[in-house]
């Protein structure tokens, strides 16, 4: 997984806060891939380095999973539903969030994890928003992990009966893999990036229980089939809840916000 592509974690997390340069913290215990166990990976042979890299991935992700479990508690103790936020880079993610946040005042308090390889550009366009964000830059990693969750969640003070957005890094791949804690996973897609992506990405379509279909407004000018991409979608995973929806022009937003209101007020 995280190994192969690239990801290590060894210059860990960091976490800021938009507009208040004293507020960082490092996220030292984080559980991503390869932390300590990289640097005599050329000392094994390619069938033993496998070998290994399996066991590591699997130590990772058990790591991980303990953690999301403890944040999983915490969140269904003080009823904050929290929901991770997963696609391609630029597939709308962050317009999505300025779109419905402004929606869901009326329904309960809405704070906001970002997260991003670099910058504070996305937890800029949600603070604008005024509601409570945090930035987590991940540096070289290429997802959010439970630990990062975990040490944002602490510096926050995240009231009671409330919704916790999280997007993730844009990655179709590694997210998938690594558990938040998070209520429900909802995964974005978008006209421009193709009709077969659910099954190019299956892992991440299976993991998910809500997919949205994004950038309706630009489907007179491409070659898409949203038909086939929400068949293609079902294959994977016929459990997931489907929306089609434009984030720039709000089309489509009725059914996505009277489906999120009934999930928070069962909360
Ligand atoms: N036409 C169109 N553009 C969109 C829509 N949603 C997002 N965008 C644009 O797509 C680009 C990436 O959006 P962003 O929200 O930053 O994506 P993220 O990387 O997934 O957070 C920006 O230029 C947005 O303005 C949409 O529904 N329609
Ligand atoms: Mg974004």
């Not at 990772?60 to 009823?79: P, Q, S, T, W």
């Not at 830059?137 to 990062?148: I, R, V």
């Amino acid at each position: 997984m995280c190994d192969s592509c690239g990801c290590s974690s060894e210059n860990g997390a960091v976490i800021s806060k938009p507009g208040d340069d004293s507020f960082h913290i490092h996220v030292d215990d984080g559980v991503s891939a390869g932390r300590g166990d990289r640097h005599d990976h050329h000392h094994h042979s390619h069938a033993h380095e496998h070998g290994r890299r399996v066991d590591v991935e699997q130590d990772v992700l058990f790591k991980n999973n303990l953690i999301a479990e403890r944040n999983r508690g915490y969140f269904e103790a003080r009823d904050i539903v929290a929901l991770n936020f997963l696609s391609s880079p630029g597939s709308g993610k962050t317009t999505l969030l300025e779109k419905t946040i402004p929606l869901l005042r009326s329904v309960c308090p809405v704070s906001v994890i970002e997260g991003d390889q670099q910058t504070t550009n996305d937890a800029r366009r949600i603070q604008a928003l005024d509601v409570p964000v945090l930035q987590v830059n991940t540096g070289t990693g290429c997802h959010l992990d439970a630990q990062m969750i975990n040490s944002a969640v602490r510096a926050m003070d995240i009231p009671s009966g409330s919704l916790l957005c999280i997007e993730n890094v844009g990655n179709l791949v590694c997210p998938a893999m690594f558990d938040l804690g998070e209520a429900l996973k909802v995964v974005v897609i978008s006209v421009t990036e193709g009709d077969d992506k659910p099954l190019k990405y299956p892992t991440m379509f299976h993991e998910s229980d809500v997919c949205i279909l994004n950038k309706t407004d630009l489907l007179p000018y491409v070659p898409f089939d949203v038909s086939a991409c929400r068949e293609n979608a079902m294959k994977v995973n016929h459990h997931l809840e489907w929306f089609e929806l434009s984030a720039s022009t709000g089309e489509g937003f009725d059914s996505w916000i009277a489906w999120l209101t009934s999930k928070l007020s069962r909360a």
